[in-house]
């Protein structure tokens, strides 16, 4: 079942920082509050699921933006100078395996590991697949993002969704019409799914955020 209108992943930047900026900053925050020192580069990337040089190129970028401040020559000497008005608490959810932004593949729910994600971004029950292929590069999901899905049977026009068609599971923006349900990629190189009645087409989430492997902002 499924309904009509438009919706779009993702949360819009606050107080100038990208939502990847924006979550890494309350990682640390969370950390300092817990720990009573900064993170290291390493437990930072180790947190957010990314690798170290992105790690450092988020630190990078809040630094170069005024949101905390380093001292040289000295490890975890990171201290917050300012945050957004709102910072998410982060829950972990977990990652059930990979999905196909390109071709549909094989369904795997196996529970590989977690990733901790705003709690904002992760409302009703969560998980999260790895990307596989670039069909939705147009709409910021590129191959090794995470995206956090949120688990339910329906879904609205225009929605991007993860969908099993005859046991294969893939990420499209879903469109329908009087008679007819499409999945698109947001990639001019690959062309519309058209589902048809007995593809028994099952929607498994929608797509609430996508949390890249790469720093930006």
């Known amino acids: 079942m499924v309904n009509k209108s438009t919706n779009r992943p993702g949360r819009k930047p606050v107080d100038g920082l990208s939502a990847t900026l924006e979550k890494s900053l309350g990682v640390i925050s969370n950390f300092i509050a817990k720990e009573g020192v900064a993170p290291s580069v390493q437990e930072l990337a180790a947190i957010l699921g990314i690798s170290g040089a992105s790690a450092h190129e988020q630190i990078r970028s809040l630094e170069k933006k005024g949101y905390i401040k380093r001292t040289k020559g000295r490890s975890r000497s990171i201290t917050i100078l300012k945050g957004p008005h709102k910072v998410s608490p982060l829950i972990s ?125």
Not at 102 to 125: F, H, K, L, Q, Y
Not at 160 to 167: G, S
Not at 194 to 202: G, N
């Open 93 to 217: 959810i977990p990652i059930i395996g990979k999905v196909a932004a390109g071709v549909p593949i094989m369904a795997v729910e196996n529970i590989i590991g977690e990733i901790s994600v705003p709690a904002a971004d992760a409302r009703g029950v969560c998980f999260a697949l790895e990307v596989v292929g670039d069909s939705m590069i147009d709409a910021g999901i590129d191959e090794g993002d995470f995206l956090v899905v949120r688990q339910q049977p329906i879904a609205e026009n225009g929605d991007i969704v993860v969908a099993i068609i005859a046991e294969e599971a893939t990420v499209k923006r879903l469109f329908i019409a009087e008679d007819r349900v499409e999945l698109r990629a947001a990639n001019v190189n690959y062309k519309p799914i058209f589902v048809e009645p007995d593809d028994h087409l099952r929607i498994v989430g929608k797509v609430m955020a996508v949390s890249g492997q790469n720093g930006d902002g």
